[in-house]
């Protein structure tokens, strides 16, 4: 941490986000340290009149690019005359940086792209295609119902919602004559426990985290099936065998080598599945951005430093990330963690929830809650988080989850 202090004093970095939460793995007083985002009342609660950090108050919630194209954060930035980093870089955002004449420390939004689309990231990681699930790309139209469910997904997608089952010839027929022409990729529906890990790419080095079950369309924290709602980090070592959790580093440090290769610096993430039929490990998906569990992931590691005095010079997920995006080589190991949870309430119109009642039942169970504005259909509206895990086996809560999935259910 002192390293990126040094750093920071020297390079000051602007964090543009639509959250304030995503720029949070680090301590928002940390000299050199920036953020732009979206006011809420989140948001409002964490600044305390910090100058560093610049809300942005309108009438919607803007995304990244908007953000930067408004005068204030103009100013803001060339006040600081600081790198700009963003969540997930765009073709758009590099278009505003470049007029701006201001530094972008992402990756270029090409190869963030090619390594993230659903489509692209086949030919991509192609020399990985033992390790992927067994996909085919094809156009709509072209694709014959089998007699079995099978997975689709179009190039682009975010936390599981451009993923469909198609259960029956019906269902396709019916995508068929709305998108006849568009390429899909699909694959024979698998089922098994999904794990998944936040990673950095260094110039010199790949930095492997700790490894979380993902939790994923369990009622009622979302009606879609496919849709990533949450992880648990103490639970890992309950479902997976010591073998497989090292079959499963070994398949992440060989992709991030490649990606170092790339030119990839920063975080990645990836998600890999437990085929139960064949107890075989197998990828669905790499992100090519910071995962949405990075920042809790990081005040776990924080936690756990500061309890164990001989961990001092090990460092969080966050930390190495800024690190990593700005050419550093560093020594510091990563900070393991055993436990800790976060699952995600995804916005449903047809529930009404009553947040003033629920947030205290959530609180008085040792819970952490986020609340969002997001307006968006299955959208982050809670974000539950916990010390504790919450499942205790593959779709199978703890008492924990089972009293916070009771607090929801007795109040929509």
Not at 106 to 129: C, H, R, T, V, Y
Not at 225 to 254: C, M, P
Not at 385 to 411: D, P, T
Request: contains cysteine.
């Amino acid at each position: 941490m002192n390293l990126l202090k040094k750093i920071l004093k020297e390079n000051p970095i602007v964090y543009v986000t639509r959250d304030l939460e995503r720029a949070s793995g680090i301590s928002l007083d940390t000299s050199g340290y920036f953020v732009v985002a979206n006011y809420s009342d989140f948001a409002q609660s964490k600044i305390q009149n910090r100058a560093n950090i610049l809300l942005i108050k309108k009438e919607r919630i803007l995304d990244t690019w908007e953000l930067l194209g408004e005068q204030e954060v103009i100013d803001f930035i060339n006040k600081i005359e600081g790198c700009v980093l963003v969540f997930k870089n765009t073709a758009q955002i590099e278009r505003i940086c470049a007029k701006q004449s201001w530094s972008l420390l992402n990756p270029s939004a090409k190869l963030a792209n090619d390594m993230e689309g659903k489509i692209s990231q086949i030919d991509f990681f192609k020399k990985f295609k033992k390790n992927f699930l067994d996909y085919k790309i094809s156009k709509i139209k072209d694709i014959v119902w089998q007699g079995q469910e099978f997975i689709l997904q179009f190039n682009s997608s975010h936390t599981g919602s451009g993923t469909l089952i198609m259960k029956n010839a019906e269902d396709l027929e019916k995508l068929q004559n709305k998108f006849p022409n568009r390429l899909a990729r699909v694959a024979d529906f698998i089922s098994g426990p999904v794990f998944t890990s936040n990673n950095v790419v260094n110039r010199d080095r790949v930095l492997l985290s700790n490894i979380s079950y993902q939790i994923t369309g369990l009622r009622p924290f979302t009606n879609s099936r496919f849709a990533t709602i949450g992880n648990d980090w103490g639970v890992v070592s309950k479902i997976l065998e010591k073998e497989k959790i090292l079959e499963y580093r070994q398949i992440v440090l060989e992709i991030g080598e490649y990606l170092c290769a790339k030119g990839w610096r920063g975080l990645f993430g990836i998600d890999i599945i437990l085929d139960s039929e064949n107890d075989k490990l197998k990828i669905i998906e790499i992100n090519a951005r910071q995962p949405a569990s990075t920042v809790y992931e990081s005040e776990l590691q924080d936690g756990v430093r500061n309890l164990v005095p001989s961990t001092q010079d090990k460092i969080n997920i966050f930390t190495s990330h800024l690190l990593s995006l700005s050419e550093i080589n560093f020594n510091n190991d990563l900070m393991e963690i055993q436990n800790g949870s976060q699952i995600i309430l995804r916005k449903d119109s047809n529930k009404n929830i009553n947040l003033e009642k629920i947030i205290p039942l959530l609180e008085e169970l040792g819970c952490s809650v986020i609340v969002y504005d997001n307006e968006k259909e299955n959208s982050d509206l809670l974000r539950i988080q916990s010390k504790e895990s919450i499942v205790v086996g593959h779709n199978v809560f703890s008492e924990l989850g089972e009293r916070i999935r009771e607090v929801l259910n007795s109040n929509f």
